[in-house]
């Protein structure tokens, strides 16, 4: 996969079978490992992966973000803009740059944990290091892309990314990078200074339970609504449910019930949550609400560009 096409909401993965330590001790120093703004608590509840409203020339709608943030500020511990709901993989540098500081300028307490999605070391550090000049509090960053990076490529990746001086939210996916995250591997990356957090979207219940077991010394939210029922002791969700209906996602983390599970299921049918192209769906039922403007996509952005430009 290239970074240029659509990380699909895929299905469920194996487990690895890779065992993991229990209850390891994490190194104190390096980046703050706790969350901003709680006094040092870690991060929890319903983090918002946000749209990014933009108009038909691109440019990223930063009234709509105003109102977006607002209409789930009540739901939500953290605002998380540009991840894969934000589309950070097709956004330019400009639009991912204004992305982030309509975010941060609207957060209003609510820590800010910027989505990286590129598909080199070297470029997320770099966006990494812009993510903190724009004043957020963290990132959220994949693995290098590519089928043919080794597991120790990986650690070493998310070394240099701490490198660069902010907390870091594991992303663990497959859709985008093209590769996976071991067990073990994971393990480890959740032990170096400044990890504050995995999210885990592998979409396999008996892995996110193993990480859960383990005791990684981070919190472990889960990506996917479909599954919450499913893993228990999860420290909070992290996915684009939480942009239309945050309460229902926080109701089901601290009641999981088979009912309250149905409810989300439902709202996921109905706004098309499992669907490859959720982002457009959730900015369609969030223009019918009044809350942003338009449902334009980067890609739409980039279609139109690529048509004026072939045309006579």
Not at 137 to 150: K, R
Not at 173 to 197: M, Q, W, Y
Request: charged content about 20%; proline content about 7%; hydrophobic content about 45%.
């Amino acid at each position: 996969m290239t970074n240029a096409e659509t990380p699909r909401r895929s299905p469920a993965r194996p487990s690895s079978g890779v065992a993991l330590e229990t209850g390891a001790a994490r190194p104190a120093s390096g980046p703050d490992s706790t969350r901003p703004h709680t006094g040092g608590a870690p991060l929890s509840g319903v983090v918002v992966p946000l749209v990014t409203p933009l108009d038909r020339q691109g440019r990223v709608r930063a009234d709509d973000v105003a109102r977006l943030v607002d209409s789930v500020r009540a739901g939500v511990t953290a605002l998380m803009p540009t991840l894969s709901s934000g589309e950070g993989w097709l956004l330019t540098e400009a639009q991912w740059r204004d992305m982030v500081a309509a975010t941060v300028h609207c957060a209003d307490g609510l820590p800010v944990i910027a989505g990286v999605q590129l598909p080199d070391t070297a470029a997320v550090v770099a966006r990494t290091r812009l993510a903190a000049e724009l004043g957020a509090d963290a990132v959220a960053v994949t693995t290098p892309f590519g089928a043919g990076v080794g597991q120790e490529d990986i650690v070493t990746h998310y070394e240099r990314v701490l490198g660069a001086g902010s907390p870091v939210l594991v992303y663990n996916e497959e859709a985008l990078s093209g590769n996976r995250i071991e067990a073990g591997t994971l393990a480890r990356v959740c032990r170096l200074p400044g990890v504050i957090g995995v999210k885990e979207s592998s979409g396999d219940p008996a892995f996110t339970r193993q990480l859960v077991a383990a005791g990684l010394g981070v919190p472990v939210f889960e990506g996917w609504e479909n599954l919450l029922l499913q893993v228990p002791g999860v420290a909070g969700f992290i996915g684009p449910l939480a942009n239309l209906e945050p309460a229902l996602c926080a109701a089901l983390l601290r009641h999981p019930t088979p009912e309250l599970q149905a409810e989300v299921d439902t709202a996921c049918e109905t706004y098309g949550i499992l669907r490859d192209d959720w982002y457009l769906h959730v900015k369609r039922a969030l223009v019918a609400r009044g809350v942003i403007g338009t449902d334009t996509t980067a890609q739409d952005v980039r279609a139109a560009a690529a048509a004026a430009e072939a045309a006579p």
